[in-house]
């Protein structure tokens, strides 16, 4: 008789297993610079990038905005999502989410400058109500325009 088991290793992609530690190859990229290139270091040089104006116009500006929101938990996600809030949470997270844009397109390094490329992910963006999005949308074009981008990505999910 044949021995047909086979050593498998839990991977994040395909188990739910919490992995103590972000290490190269573990997950997604999920931001830039990715987890594996952050030191200690670096932190204080976020603010004094901010507070400096970008060295060219001609350098595309992206927005990332993350929707944590899903109907129900998939067994080889290992996103950070949510699946017990209700409309009145996701409409503070927007609120919260829209009031930190608004904030960050005051510094030097963003005032003035409109978006090239803007990805809705999550998460599932399409959970969120028309209504939220309409509002949580008129809020950021307001402060960053990207009526002129050359991308602009929103994640769906079939059931919504
Ligand atoms: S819809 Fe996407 S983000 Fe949400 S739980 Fe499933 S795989 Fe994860």
Not at 45 to 55: E, F, G, Q, R, Y
Not at 96 to 115: D, V
Request: glycine content about 6%; proline content about 8%; aromatic content about 14%.
């Amino acid at each position: 008789m044949s021995d047909h088991s086979v050593d498998v290793s839990p991977e994040p992609a395909t188990s739910l297993q919490d992995w103590k530690e972000t290490e190269i190859g573990s997950v997604f990229v999920s931001n830039y610079p990715p987890y594996s290139f952050w030191n200690e270091g670096a932190v204080k040089d976020v603010p004094k990038i901010l507070d400096t104006p970008s060295p060219s116009e001609d350098i595309p500006l992206g927005l990332y905005l993350h929707i944590p929101f899903c109907r129900k938990r998939c067994k080889f996600c290992y996103f950070k999502v949510y699946t017990d809030k209700n409309a009145s949470d996701i409409r503070g997270y927007l609120d919260a989410l829209a009031t930190e844009i608004e904030n960050y397109s005051q510094k030097p390094r963003f005032r003035g400058r409109c978006l090239h490329f803007v990805y809705f992910g999550g998460g599932t963006p399409s959970y969120i109500s028309a209504k939220h999005l309409i509002e949580f949308v008129d809020r950021i074009k307001r402060v960053m325009p990207w009526d002129r981008a050359e991308e602009v990505v929103f994640e769906c999910e079939p059931g919504t």
